[in-house]
């Protein structure tokens, strides 16, 4: 499964949207892009996926650039109740076996 | 639905002695995964099933560590004997047949020290 790299936190100020980049360079053309979210001391939350095109529903939006190389989540109107660690994953592929495997994540502080 | 369902929430106990954490996965789900997090070495996929079988259990720390899967409602992490480097929160989740696309659940977790 393909790395990915995100920035290890960021701060957004609450009603505004958070824009939280991923890259993930090494992605081969059958893996997808997942996100998750884990709010503190709670198991982690699926929040959307993608496979090239862009996607959409109720909880945030994810862009996913022409070469596949990043992508970027967006939680259009972030409450103080988004601050979590927010993980990006690359799963899938050939071969594939089912895991998925999380990184450091980038965690997001919704600020008032 | 009741979501995956894990026990105990909180566990302390002291090194030496035997864990057995309990996971309840969400019926009609195939895959079935165990997760341990610590703040050294975040979220670890240490195992996981598909239809009660283990899929690759490579995660799994050392021999100390076993997991079972006797149904498709039910599921076993045993430590023998634990070791304070064993403390952590361990989660359970389980997914669906399209599990390997599709979203994973995630229970709320089973906090372990040992002293």
């Known amino acids: 499964d393909a790395k990915t790299t995100q920035p290890p936190s960021m701060d957004c100020a609450e009603g505004r949207a958070a824009n939280l980049p991923c890259n993930h360079s090494t992605i081969s053309g059958n893996e997808y892009v997942y996100w998750y979210r884990q709010i503190h001391s709670q198991g982690p939350q699926y929040i959307i996926h993608g496979l090239k095109n862009n996607e959409t529903n109720e909880m945030a939006s994810l862009i996913i650039t022409e070469d596949r190389k990043s992508s970027t989540l967006i939680l259009p109107h972030a409450t103080l109740r988004d601050t979590a660690v927010y993980y990006c994953i690359v799963r899938g592929g050939s071969g594939n076996t089912g895991k998925l495997i999380f990184g450091q994540g980038t965690t997001l502080q919704v600020k008032p | 639905d009741a979501g995956v369902i894990q026990s105990p929430r909180h566990e302390v106990t002291e090194m030496g002695q035997e864990v057995t954490l309990r996971c309840k996965p969400i019926?009609?789900?195939?895959?079935l995964f165990w997760y341990r997090q610590t703040m050294m070495r975040g979220l670890e996929l240490l195992i996981y099933?598909?239809?009660?079988?283990?899929?690759?259990d490579s995660g799994m720390p050392e021999d100390r560590f076993s997991a079972k899967m006797p149904n498709a409602s039910f599921s076993t992490l045993k430590i023998q004997p634990s070791e304070p480097r064993d403390s952590a929160v361990y989660f359970c989740?389980?997914?669906?047949?399209?599990?390997?696309?599709?979203?994973?659940?995630f229970g709320e977790g089973s906090r372990l020290t040992v002293l």
């Open positions: 989740a389980s997914s669906s047949a399209q599990g390997w696309i599709g979203e994973l659940f």
């Open positions: 019926s009609g789900h195939d895959y």
């Open positions: 099933f598909n239809n009660n079988v283990p899929i690759d």
